[in-house]
């Protein structure tokens, strides 16, 4: 199982200035498969300077959740880190 993508990143507005909030859509290679869909993420940054994620999908889909929201918190890690996020 691996993050292909995660596409048509949108922001949505807040009002905080430490936490940004954000809407896509995933590309996951599940085993025989391949499966789009929406997911919602937050990153909210710490006084320590640490990136916290959360994110949450908005289909469902037919593997376990536990791989899934680890390697979509790695990939979008590593966009914010690379400055790819909106």
């Known amino acids: 199982m691996t993050i292909?993508?995660?596409?048509d990143i949108k922001r949505k507005e807040n009002f905080i200035y430490y936490r940004r909030e954000f809407?896509?859509?995933?590309l996951i290679d599940l085993p025989?498969?391949?499966h789009t869909g929406a997911i919602e993420f937050t990153i909210e940054t710490a006084p320590t300077g640490k990136?916290?994620?959360s994110v949450t999908l908005l289909d469902t889909v037919d593997y376990p959740l536990i791989p899934?929201?680890?390697?979509?918190?790695?990939y979008i890690l590593n966009l914010e880190?690379?400055?790819?996020?909106?």
């Open 4 to 7: 292909l993508d995660i596409s």
């Open 23 to 26: 809407k896509a859509h995933a």
């Open 32 to 34: 025989g498969k391949k």
């Open 51 to 53: 990136k916290e994620i």
């Open 68 to 74: 899934i929201m680890r390697n979509l918190k790695e």
């Open 81 to 86: 880190n690379a400055g790819s996020l909106p």
